[in-house]
């Protein structure tokens, strides 16, 4: 498998540490608010990977934390803690906060087919790992203490940007006016391990440590988490771009000065869900969440495809017309499996098998997974039994998690009930020989049609001309002639 490494900006062969087990660590959400479907976008494409990797047969342990402290409403140590701007706004503790919009995401992560992670781990759960972390990094020096907090000393490492070709002077001009310089910092990419002093005085969780009663910085919680969970190496990191910089970049100053040596071998960035108007906000404009999809009327598992349709690494716009076409070919496809026959003839190895490789090849380029979404099409096109086209099918499922299958049995099982709702309209023939086959064809159409699934009807009304016969629709009941 091929994947692109944001380390080495190039596409590389996946090769994992160690042979029994691939160590991926993902990045958690901040859980001040509900997570918008751009934070999911990340999500979903985190999930298609552990997945992929788990079909492409390795053992996977992954890992991801749950921000609940630390994380400052600025990705560069300015601002107040977001988990205390939440509380606030809702009139709640930052506790109630926490657990509550925890439980929205994985609810979030659930109506996605998202799977959890082995390990979910909250931040201010590890609280002694990361004095450990940062007492041995003021031992070596790479660490030091002004006005009250414990920074990392950028100074001290060869090369500190590791992402990009940013330079200080770039950083600079980057600086937005109005944020004011930290004066405590010696070099301006320093970053906060250990805050004491805060101009946020009611910071609400706090905790004792060598150097004061305080709380951590956002990045060391990432460092920490997967050292505890997955040991001194990692395979694979990822998270959304706008992570790279600082969080990421932070993440790999300390934790190599902490190990000593290299940490995590690949790193993988989703790019951002973007809409018409620019970035995605939880603030401004419309506040795009899982359940306003479902209000309008969309099921969660349609904004997975329009997902899987673009790769991650390039920019999605998000608009309604988007989603719309998305809806549409998930709704199609679920008809078109629907109208397989289970029971129809005898799964053709051969024929699984290079459907396969399709599917395989296009994720083992850097998880191309709308060439993976074209491979179920092409399983459905495939001249080949029913049964077969299933099995694809059900195989393709377990790492796109469109549930396909269970839509299919669940849309063919109302179609049949439908069919016996409306078979008190007997179908008559006419000038030619009664068939049960067409006969039932003709009984799903009037079915499809009653649960106004005109897409479908139509698409039986083809398989029927295809057949050489035409249905017309009296008062009586369909009449089926040769066409
Ligand atoms: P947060 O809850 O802000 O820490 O973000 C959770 C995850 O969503 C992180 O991996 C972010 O990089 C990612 N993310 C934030 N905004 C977007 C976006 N518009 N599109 C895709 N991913 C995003
Ligand atoms: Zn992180």
Not at 9 to 27: A, L
Not at 338 to 359: C, H
Request: net charge negative; glycine share 6%; hydrophobic share 35%.
């Amino acid at each position: 498998m091929k994947i692109y490494n944001s380390l080495t900006r190039t596409k590389e062969e996946f090769v994992p540490n160690h042979p029994d087990i691939v160590k991926m660590y993902t990045c958690g959400p901040t859980v001040y608010h509900f997570a918008h479907i751009g934070n999911l976008r990340s999500y979903i494409m985190e999930d298609i990977l552990e997945k992929y990797l788990r079909y492409a047969g390795y053992n996977v342990k992954r890992v991801m934390n749950i921000t609940d402290v630390g994380h400052l409403t600025s990705d560069a140590d300015e601002g107040e803690d977001k988990m205390l701007k939440g509380a606030r706004r809702e009139h709640k503790t930052v506790m109630e906060i926490a657990k509550f919009y925890t439980d929205a995401f994985f609810a979030d992560c659930e109506k996605l087919n998202i799977k959890r992670p082995d390990v979910v781990e909250p931040a201010t759960h590890c609280i002694d790992d990361y004095i450990r972390i940062i007492t041995k990094l003021l031992d070596t020096g790479y660490a030091y203490q002004a006005g009250g907090n414990v920074y990392f000393d950028t100074s001290k490492l060869e090369k500190y940007f590791v992402f990009n070709d940013f330079s200080e002077e770039d950083l600079a001009v980057g600086v937005r006016e109005g944020v004011e310089e930290d004066e405590n910092k010696r070099n301006k990419n320093d970053f906060v391990l250990w805050f004491t002093k805060s101009k946020f005085e009611d910071q609400a969780l706090k905790w004792d440590s060598p150097w004061g009663v305080g709380y951590p910085g956002w990045h060391i919680e990432c460092s920490a988490i997967s050292m505890r969970h997955l040991g001194g190496d990692l395979d694979i990191h990822c998270g959304g771009i706008d992570n790279a910089f600082p969080h990421h970049t932070n993440e790999i100053a300390q934790s190599e000065a902490y190990l000593g040596h290299k940490w995590c071998n690949y790193w993988m960035h989703v790019r951002h869900l973007n809409t018409a108007g620019g970035k995605m906000s939880k603030s401004k404009g419309e506040f795009l969440t899982v359940s306003l999809l479902e209000e309008k009327g969309y099921d969660p598992l349609a904004y997975r495809l329009f997902c899987l349709q673009s790769h991650y690494r390039r920019n999605l716009v998000f608009s309604w017309e988007n989603l719309d076409n998305a809806q549409g070919a998930y709704n199609k496809l679920i008809a078109k499996i629907a109208a397989l026959d289970p029971n129809q003839g005898e799964i053709d190895e051969s024929v699984l098998s290079a459907l396969d490789e399709k599917f395989r090849a296009a994720l083992d380029n850097d998880l191309n997974t709308s060439l993976a979404v074209t491979a179920v099409y092409d399983a459905l096109k495939a001249d080949t039994s029913d049964r077969t086209k299933l099995a694809a099918v059900a195989r393709f499922d377990t790492v796109l998690g469109l549930d396909l299958i269970a839509r299919a049995d669940k849309r063919r099982e109302e179609l049949k009930k439908q069919a016996a709702e409306v078979k008190t309209q007997a179908v008559a023939f006419e000038g030619c020989e009664p068939d049960p086959e067409i006969e039932k064809l003709v009984e799903e159409r009037a079915a499809a049609k009653k649960a106004k699934n005109f897409a479908e009807a139509d698409r039986i009304r083809g398989e029927l001309t295809a057949r050489g016969y035409a249905v017309i629709d009296t008062a009586n009941g369909p009449v089926v002639k040769r066409a």
